[in-house]
């Protein structure tokens, strides 16, 4: 269920790059990140909760909510590297 998911978000991603720019400041609205930390599995949750932490910092009821602005899909991704080599799949 969640690879298909996934797929599925990666797809409406891809297509939504592709379509023709909008005219409304949404055009480049597609921030992304990769990065790699060495983290310990309860390290890794504590990254976790403060990511959850900062949604729901941004989240706000419809009636606070400006009229231009629009959903935003956020979506994390953290996984450990494969193998016992820690750099496999690094940025660095």
Known sequence: MNRLAY????RMFER????????????????YSRG??????????EFFEAYIALLNRYKRPDGETPPEARTVLTRLLAFPAPGDDHTEGTTE
């Open 36 to 45: 790699t930390i060495r983290l310990t599995p309860d390290e890794l949750r």
């Open 7 to 10: 797929v599925a978000d990666l």
């Open 16 to 31: 939504l790059q592709t379509r023709p720019p909008a005219e409304d400041g949404w055009a480049d609205a597609f921030p």
